[in-house]
């Protein structure tokens, strides 16, 4: 028989208990309505309840809130995204970097400021970047990465295979680039700690799927109807199916899995995260609690990911952690899950007002905890008319562009993630 593992992120499952919220029933209005509990639905929230302290402000989620990619995601706070992923040869990729930066590094400080004030328990830890290869057909590319981190001024340094070994616990890695401004986190722990801490203004209700938004704000859900002045959609890998930005924005589903607690015989080294240069190389961490965590798959499945494929996927990830770690046993990956990132194919979020009532934010690819918390801050500006520096950055932003529609969708995104992982062999 084959192998079968169920959907468990081991981030919520050690979060401990999450307050539940009723459904939303009935037909009602509000002021506002934001579509979406993560991190950039919250951000929304929160930033509204400041500026429309006497509005209704009501945030649906279709599950539980803070519990879609926003708690199951790798846990990096990004301050400084590979510029590899941002086209640098172009003026126009350049600006674009510029404006995602100072995005990112709003989003740090402003998460950062949040977890301060309102002590909220994540376990944060500023904490440089380090994007390492293993594989020599990488260090060009790594080189490169630090050049173009010196030009913008982002503080950054090499490090060399014993810097990374002392540093790691493994001596798979040969060459890094160090940069600083981010963090690490338990992002369930955050994403809960967040939602916990909106003001009581804000009025939260799970279990809430929207089926359909309407033009004059008539949103549609499972348990009745809601008339929106204004809507604001924070739905990320899942904007097609409420019939926005369709063959602009997909969903890719990664999977990940963390370790048991590894004993301070077993790995000495204190807490760091790992990402790759390529797509498709593995993100790795070891956790305050000495846990491993990894995510070095990537993939096109819309219908979502069944048992016996994310048994598959935890092999992977063994096998993986077992290049970098010999001596770690079979049995020591304890959870793996799956969870969805919204990609398009320029790397561009979607940012926008679709219309003086609908306001989307979303789509940040693999790098939306910083990014969606600012970003979903920013929407509620753009929504109330609040002006700033920060939101013409988001608005000068080329949108998603335009991709086949399905079937050759599938088979385009298909292709290019096959050239991806062949790309990125020796670093999954
Ligand atoms: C495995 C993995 C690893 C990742 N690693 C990192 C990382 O290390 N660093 C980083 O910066 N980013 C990472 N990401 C990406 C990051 O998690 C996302 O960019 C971020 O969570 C986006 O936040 P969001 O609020 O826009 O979307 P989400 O967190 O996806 O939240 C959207 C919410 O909308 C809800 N929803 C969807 N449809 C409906 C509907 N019809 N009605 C009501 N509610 C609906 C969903 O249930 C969900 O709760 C990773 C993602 C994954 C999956």
Known sequence: MHERVADTCGWVALAGEYRHHPPLEGAQSTDWAIIGGGFTGLAAARRLAE?????????????????????????????????????????????????????????????????QTHGIACQWQDAPSIHAAANPRNFAKLRAHAAAFDEMGIDAELLDSDALQTRLGTGYYRLGVQS???????????????AESL????????NTPVTDIAPDGTITHAGGSLKAAKVIVAVNAFLP???????????????????????????????????????????LRLTGDRRLMIRNTAEYRPAGIDAATLASRRRIH???LQKRFPWLDDGAIEYTWSGNIAISR???????????????????????VARGSIMGRLIADLANGEPSD?????????????????????????????????AARGEA
């Not at 402000?57 to 301050?79: C, D």
């Not at 003001?199 to 799970?206: A, D, G, K, S």
Request: aromatic share 6%.
């Open 199 to 206: 003001p009581e203004q804000v009025e939260l209700f799970e």
């Open 346 to 368: 320029n790397s561009r979020p979607a940012f926008a007002a679709v219309s003086d009532r609908i306001f989307v934010a979303g789509g940040y690819n693999a790098s939306g």
């Open 318 to 320: 063994l096998s993986a």
């Open 241 to 283: 199916r409420l019939g926005l930005y369709r063959a602009r924005v997909f969903p890719l589903a990664l999977t990940a899995s963390l370790t048991r607690p590894l004993t301070e015989g077993e790995i000495a080294a204190a807490p760091w995260g790992i990402l790759s240069p390529q797509a498709l190389g593995a993100t």
């Open 51 to 115: 500026l429309r302290p006497n509005d209704r402000i009501v945030v649906l989620e279709g599950k539980r809130l803070g519990q879609g990619a926003s708690g199951r995601n790798s846990g990096f706070v990004v301050a400084n995204e590979s510029p590899g992923h941002a086209a640098l040869a172009s003026a126009d990729g350049r600006a674009a970097y510029a404006a995602l930066h100072a995005l990112d590094v709003a989003g740090v400080a402003a998460l950062k400021s949040l977890v």
């Open 390 to 422: 920060l939101l013409d950055h988001a608005l000068s932003l080329t949108p998603p562009t335009d991709m086949p529609p399905p079937p050759l969708l599938g088979f385009g995104i298909k292709a290019r993630i096959a050239w991806e992982r062949i």
């Open 180 to 194: 600083r401004g981010g963090a690490l986190v338990q992002p369930a722990m955050l994403a809960k700690g967040l």
